[in-house]
């Protein structure tokens, strides 16, 4: 025993004082290979296992899953009757296994797992991502709605305005939407102490009577009508004009909504003067305060509807040939004034086409004629046959809506799309105090309806709809404008330059940065 001790301490000491006999010396070299052979061993399961962490980690494919998850099993059944046909039986300690066996039997547990976990992920539902925020649709497009009904009604009480009926019976796709009559007027539930200042209350009269129409003129009249309500305005004790102002406005700009509902260009003056009155110091004197009102109105009115009016003019001059001929549609004051300041230095024609019920291209015609503008006049049924005629088209516009829909007069989508059709160029003049924020694609949802009393025709002392309340299956459909997608649209001339209509969100940014 002395003996073998000795050659193994002095072996394990790293020096060899005598030679040892060679059984035991063979017997040694065997252990020590075996002990070393296990730590390399050890070392590649732990890289083994980190790797499987790895992968776990990763989102296989479900067909990489599927296949791994049916074919392997099936492989290796087929090896273990394979095994068991030969005879030889699956060595069950791991240690007194080859490397290279150990290796390939690691390597098909690891395909085994990213096949099971590729189709544990194939059935675990895949979570829901978070949902865009929804913005809530305005009051007014909900008038089928009873419970928004009742809200509008409670908000109006508290504010002591008069709600206005509906009147008559509705088109279905159009439940949603107010639809008045302009015999029976908001002014005529107002007692004698409602606390609507009569400048208000005179707007919303011509505004339910069709007597203001247009953006421009109903966004004007808007402005000088605050001016009236600022300038009588005195601030209470213990009150700060900034604030007390804001809210004495809400109830007016309520008593107009229910006269007609406000158009794009009235919202955002409506935003531009809330926005100067709370800019006023708390410090500032009234009388200070309401200069600075009236200067802040006068100046929105002049650059932007009146210097925006020349800027398109001179823009959309460039555009107009010797010789051309012009079609426009119903009346705009921007696309008139264009053409009349065109003719004093170029010589073209214009087809004015017009539409019922309102014939509101019966003004154009005056005005043009009135300049010494050689015009034709025809209904909007007949458009397909003058446009091969025609070399452009000037539309205007209600609104430029932020994904480059035009929003503007009913049967301006109409002439676009036969314009298209005949490869007319089509070209929109709008200002860019029209630009709106909101997103239409079509003239459902968000439109207007007028009166369906101004559809009544009397021809020879007859008029064959004149009781169309009292037939139940009828219904009448006065729709005030009307949605024209981009691709119809060639060219947006603006105060601010001639752009496509993708560019309207651009024009909205620098918008909101202004102010």
């Not at 129409?213 to 009588?232: E, M, P, W, Y």
Request: charged share 25%; proline share 5%; with cysteine.
């Amino acid at each position: 025993m002395s003996d073998r001790d000795g050659p193994s301490s002095e072996i394990s000491g790293g020096t060899s004082a005598s030679p040892a006999p060679d059984g035991e010396c063979k017997k040694f070299l065997q252990q020590k290979s075996c002990q070393e052979l296990t730590k390399e061993e050890k070392q590649r399961l732990r890289k083994e296992k980190k790797q499987q962490k790895k992968n776990r980690k990763e989102n296989k494919t479900a067909d990489v899953g599927t296949f791994f998850a049916t074919e392997v099993p099936k492989k290796q059944q087929k090896d273990a009757t394979a095994n068991a046909a030969s005879g030889d039986t699956p060595i069950g300690n791991e240690k007194s296994l080859t490397g290279k066996a150990k290796h390939e039997r690691a390597k098909q547990s690891k395909k085994l797992d990213q096949g099971q976990q590729a189709a544990s992920t194939k059935t675990k539902p895949v979570p829901s991502e978070p949902q865009p925020v929804v913005k809530r649709l305005p009051d007014y497009v909900q008038a089928d709605d009873p419970a928004v009904c009742k809200k509008v009604a409670r908000q109006l009480g508290r504010q002591q305005i008069p709600q206005r009926q509906d009147y008559g019976n509705k088109v279905g796709l159009f439940l949603h939407l107010h639809q008045y009559s302009r015999k029976m007027p908001l002014t005529q539930q107002l007692t004698t102490l409602s606390t609507v200042h009569p400048a208000v209350v005179r707007l919303g009269l011509q505004y339910s009577q069709g007597i203001i129409t247009g953006s421009n003129a109903r966004c004007i009249a808007l402005l000088h009508a605050f001016k009236q309500v600022i300038h009588d305005y005195s601030t209470p004790p213990n009150e700060e004009l900034s604030r007390d102002l804001v809210n004495k406005l809400k109830p007016y700009i309520s008593f107009l909504n229910q006269c007609r509902s406000l158009s794009a260009s009235m919202g955002n003056a409506i935003k531009f003067i809330k926005k100067e009155i709370s800019n006023i110091a708390g410090s500032s004197r009234e009388d200070e305060a309401k200069a600075i009102l009236f200067e802040c109105i006068d100046k929105y009115i002049k650059e932007k509807i009146h210097l925006a009016a020349e800027a398109i003019s001179k823009s959309a001059f460039e555009k107009i040939n010797e010789g051309d001929v012009i079609l426009v549609y119903a009346c705009s004051s921007l696309v008139t004034s264009i053409l009349c300041d065109a003719h004093k230095r170029k010589k073209f024609k214009v087809v004015v086409v017009d539409s019922r019920p309102k014939l509101e291209g019966r003004e154009t015609l005056r005005r043009l004629v009135k300049n010494g503008i050689h015009c034709t006049y025809v209904l909007i049924g007949a458009v397909s046959y003058i446009l091969p005629e025609v070399s452009k088209v000037f539309l205007g516009a209600h609104a430029l809506l932020a994904n480059g829909y035009v929003m503007s007069r009913v049967g301006t989508s109409q002439i676009a799309l036969v314009a298209k059709a005949y490869n007319v160029p089509v070209l929109v003049c709008c200002e860019t105090h029209k630009f709106c924020e909101r997103v239409q694609t079509d003239s459902f949802v968000s439109n207007e309806l007028d009166d369906p009393d101004d559809l009544l025709v009397t021809r020879r002392g007859r008029t064959p709809l004149q009781d169309w309340q009292a037939n139940p299956k009828l219904r009448l459909l006065n729709l005030v404008y009307d949605v024209t997608p981009p691709d119809f649209v060639d060219l947006v001339i603006t105060d601010l330059g001639m752009i496509p209509c993708t560019s309207v969100p651009v024009v909205l940014r620098v918008k909101n940065v202004e102010y």
